[in-house]
Every structure is written in structure tokens, then in C-alpha cells.
């Protein structure tokens, strides 16, 4: 799949001359439209409904197409599409014939950086999370850098900027193998899980690749990854008898960033940090996990090794608002805390769930899961369920795997029957309106529920409120505001990754039939 990928190269934004985007509504298509266009570059986008995130665009001056047309493309230049674009798109088609450059959206990003210094984060868990953290940092510290960050949007803001500074912090998938492409400054890579198989085989293959990325990286620059994760540290002894620079953080004691004395709770996260033995002071964040620690350990060691004062980190950290889907709040009905969660992987899901335990306290935790990928669930069946057993209630939905075909003995049905909980306490559900009646009839005040997995489950989160305070005469759910940042502005609004092309969704379908692109 690389090969049809062009490295970065002297590129840049400016060549691209009038850009059109397939399928703009999708998240990570948004921020490179919203760079683009804060740079001054004429930039149209075509989808088949109309997303919020689109009104932020229409106002930087984008055109925007609720269809898909070959006349779309009249005055264009260039034509940026994503993986989940499929290659006999019409748009896709109309835009060879008439031989106008056709761009992957991660080499349209990388000739986004050309002249900068990029700050790339890649890994199995934690991208976004950590980029929207090291560029808070940056901005701190006062060197405005440009940034798109991809996956989810931040709860924030809309997740791209064009910056005056030199460095421009990037979210780089391997999903897709498209983190090849690009050639930072300094790269990080959270940890290395088994994940994405479907493109890579197998994990020696998807390993090689994370090494591949970071051998990338400016012989100037560095490499950053974590001590805790063994892929992590496989990947950090490897480069360095190549003569890499490479940095690790973590609480295992040759760490090069060393955290100790972490403790979580419900109020967030706060740790002591110290480097070659000397001490950086305490950090710490309003949101809570340990692996939110971590996190925030890798903007904290780029501050350092960029050096920018730690002052700033420790400000920027202490004020850091969480990301869109990543442990988001949506509010309280009849004494029922809702929240938010994008973990589907079996790593990150024990890690959001054993926070949500100390968010719950004396109450009972609920998950209204949607396992993402019929590939991903089937392989990692039993660690899905041994994850979902940390709760104490169960309610599933359907497979979200656009594109797949169900095998017979596949799927969510299988997989609740592998969840090591009383049959009273779980339940699959074969619709999604379903689900929120469930909820209604297990929860009661003092519990946590939260809606967990593939994107399409975001949107569930105003309806369970809404089915929770129809129990009781008055309006008793009330849905937290939007928090301010000053990280990102024209804030995205409604709820799922927005996705575009509305590809059709597999099993459960969520309100309307739209579902987002990502894969």
C-alpha cells in the first residue's frame, strides 16, 4: 500500500494550487481543509450530508458539495482523498481523466510541513491524546506551531491551525502505512500493540514498520518512545545499536524521563518526573488514568530535549481539557454520570475501564460497547471480553465494519458470550434504539455509564441522557458545556467522528444511517 503513496518531498502547500477534498466531513480530512485554508489556499470538499464541523469550513471560505459530481472538480488543481475512499470513487475516476495531481491526505499533510520542523506522534494507543498534549505545550511556550490533529477532534476546537512558529505537531497513522511518508524532526511512538493486521499481516510486519517510521527521522532530531511498553523498548534498543538518538519515558527505572509517586483519582492524575537522575518538579492533569500520565510524560521530554521551558509544560498540563472521545464527560441524568470513550482495542479499553472504576467509586460501572472492525474482534475475541468484564454491566451492539462481511460465528454475539459476567448482567442488543432502553432499566443514581468503541456509539450519548431523565417528572439531565482552550478554536460539534462518504454501516446502525469513514 505505500508504493502508492509519494514520500515527502519540496512540495508544498502552495503548489497545490485549488484544492477539492472527497469525503471533507471526515475528521481527519477536516483539519487538513481548515489548514489549508487558514493558509490561504482555495479549498472545495464534496460529502453526501451535511456534517456541523461544515459550517466552520463554509466561514474560512471553503465550498462545500453535499454530493459527489465530476463537476465538483470544475477549476480545480489538486484532489486529496483518504484511505477509506475507495479507488473507482467517481470523483477519484474524473479526477485522472482530467490529469489533475491526485494526493493521499497524508502527502497533501506533509507538503503542509515542508520547510518545518514536524513533531510526528505515532503509536497503537494514545495519538491523539498526546499530540493535542505537546502542542498545548507548544503553545505555552510561545511558538505558535501549526498542527493537525487526526483521528478524533479535540472536544475543544476543530483540531488543525496554521501556526507562525517552525514546528508543526502532526498525528501519524500507521494504519494505513501512510506515517511513511512523512519525515519529522522529532518522532514519538506511544507503544506498539498488535493492531491494523489487516494491512500488516502479522505483528514482526507492523513492528518493522514502526521502526521503518522512526529511521525517518532528522539524524538531527530524535526519537522518543515509551520504557513501560515492550514494543516501546524493542523499538528504542534497536535504534540505538544504530547509533539513534533516542530518548524513553516511563516509571521503569532506566527511563529516561522517570515518573514516580503517580496517583489517579476521579480529580485527574498528578506525578513526580525526573531526568538522569534530577528533578523536574511535579506535573499534573484535571483528567484522570495513569496512562494519561504516561502521555503527558512524552509532551514533557519533547519540551525538554526541544528546550522550551518546563514551566510551560507544567502549565499547559495542569490545564489540559481532555480530547473529543477520549474520556468525555457528557453529562448527568437522574444521578447517572454519562461518559465518552474511543477505546476499542483491548489495551486501551482495560485502561479507560480500570479509570472509569475510580470515577464510579461506590458505584456501579456500565458499558454500552460497539466493537469496531469484525477482523479486530474476531482476533482478539477473549481480550475484548476480559476487558469488558471489568464492568459490571454489559450491554453490546452490533460489529461496526464497514465494507466486511460476517462470517457465520463472527461477531457480537459471539463476543458477549465470551464476557465472564452473570447472564442477568450483560446483554446484546440487535438495534440501537435498544440500547438506551437497557441503559434506562440497569442504571440507577450513583452509577457511570459509557458508551465505548466505534465511532457511530458517540452519537449515544444525549439519547441515554435523555432516556435516563425521562425515569423521573422533571428535566433532570443536563449535558456539560463545551469547555474553552486555548488550543483550538471553531469547535466541532455532533457528535460522531464525522465521517463522510456515508459508508454503510455494519450491523447496528446508528440514527440516520451516516457513518464515518475511518477505519
Known amino acids: 500500500m505505500t508504493a502508492q503513496f509519494t514520500p515527502a518531498g519540496t512540495l508544498t502547500a502552495e503548489d497545490l494550487g485549488a484544492v477539492h477534498l472527497i469525503g471533507v466531513g471526515g475528521v481527519g480530512m477536516l483539519g487538513v481543509a481548515r489548514l489549508l485554508l487558514t493558509r490561504g489556499i482555495r479549498v472545495s470538499g464534496s460529502d453526501l450530508r451535511e456534517w456541523p464541523s461544515l459550517e466552520g469550513l463554509r466561514a474560512l471560505g471553503g465550498t462545500i458539495h453535499l454530493s459527489h459530481e465530476a463537476s465538483n472538480l470544475d477549476g480545480v488543481d489538486t484532489v486529496v482523498y483518504s484511505s477509506a475512499i475507495p479507488q473507482d470513487h467517481l470523483e477519484l475516476v474524473e479526477a485522472r481523466r482530467r ?25 497503537t494507543h494514545g495519538k491523539t491524546t498526546t499530540t493535542s498534549m505537546v502542542t498545548m505545550v507548544l503553545q505555552q511556550a510561545g511558538v505558535d506551531p501549526s498542527f493537525v490533529i487526526g483521528g478524533e477532534i479535540s472536544e475543544v476546537g476543530s483540531g488543525a491551525h496554521h501556526g507562525t512558529g517552525e514546528h508543526f505537531v502532526v498525528e501519524a497513522d500507521e494504519s494505513d502505512r501512510s506515517f511513511l511518508i512523512y519525515r519529522p524532526y522529532v518522532s514519538i511512538i506511544t507503544n506498539v500493540e498488535a493492531d491494523h493486521l489487516n494491512t500488516y499481516g502479522d505483528y514482526a510486519t507492523l513492528e518493522a514498520a514502526f521502526v521503518e517510521f522512526a529511521r525517518l527521522t532528522d539524524p538531527d532530531g530524535f526519537i522518543i518512545t515509551c520504557a513501560d511498553d515492550p514494543g516501546g523498548r524493542r523499538l528504542a534498543e534497536s535504534l540505538r545499536a544504530e547509533g539513534r538518538r533516542v530518548y524513553t519515558y516511563g516509571e521503569a527505572a532506566d527511563a529516561d524521563l522517570r515518573l514516580t509517586e503517580i496517583v489517579s483519582s476521579a480529580r485527574g492524575v498528578r506525578y513526580l518526573a525526573a531526568i538522569d537522575g ?8 484535571p483528567v484522570p488514568g495513569r496512562h494519561m500520565g504516561l502521555n503527558s510524560a512524552a509532551a514533557v521530554l519533547t519540551a525538554y530535549l526541544l528546550e522550551l521551558p518546563l514551566e510551560a509544560a507544567e502549565a499547559a498540563l495542569a490545564v489540559f481539557p481532555g480530547v473529543r472521545r477520549r474520556f468525555e464527560r457528557k453529562g448527568v441524568a437522574d444521578g447517572v454520570l454519562v461518559y465518552d470513550e474511543y477505546a476499542y482495542h483491548p489495551t486501551s479499553m482495560t485502561l479507560a475501564m480500570q479509570t472509569l472504576r475510580e470515577v464510579a467509586g461506590d458505584g456501579r460501572l456500565i458499558v454500552v460497547f460497539q466493537p469496531y472492525r469484525l477482523y479486530r474482534t474476531r482476533d482478539n475475541q477473549a481480550e475484548i471480553a476480559e476487558a469488558l468484564a471489568i464492568a459490571d454491566e454489559v450491554v453490546l451492539l452490533e460489529v461496526f465494519g464497514p465494507g466486511e462481511l460476517r462470517q457465520p460465528g463472527e461477531g457480537s454475539a459471539a463476543l ?23 441503559v434506562a432499566r440497569r442504571a440507577r443514581s450513583g452509577d457511570v455509564v459509557v458508551t465505548m468503541g466505534a465511532p457511530p456509539i458517540s452519537l449515544m450519548g444525549d439519547e441515554l441522557l435523555a432516556a435516563l431523565g425521562e425515569r423521573t417528572a422533571g428535566p433532570t439531565a443536563t449535558v456539560d458545556p463545551a469547555a474553552s482552550s486555548p488550543v483550538i478554536a471553531d469547535s466541532v ?12 454501516l455494519g450491523g447496528t446502525a446508528a ?9
Open 99 to 123: 490529469g489533475l495531481r491526485v494526493l493521499h491526505r497524508s502527502e497533501a499533510l506533509a507538503a503542509a510541513m515542508t520547510g518545518r520542523r514536524a513533531v510526528a506522534v505515532a503509536g
Open 416 to 438: 458477549i458470550a465470551a464476557v465472564a459476567l452473570p447472564e442477568d448482567r450483560k446483554v446484546f442488543v440487535d438495534s440501537w434504539e435498544a440500547a438506551p432502553v437497557e
Open 278 to 285: 534530577r528533578s523536574l518538579g511535579e506535573f499534573r492533569l
Open 511 to 519: 440514527p440516520g444511517g451516516a457513518a464515518p469513514l475511518a477505519g
Open 493 to 504: 460539534r455532533g457528535g460522531a467522528a464525522a465521517g463522510g462518504d456515508g459508508a454503510a
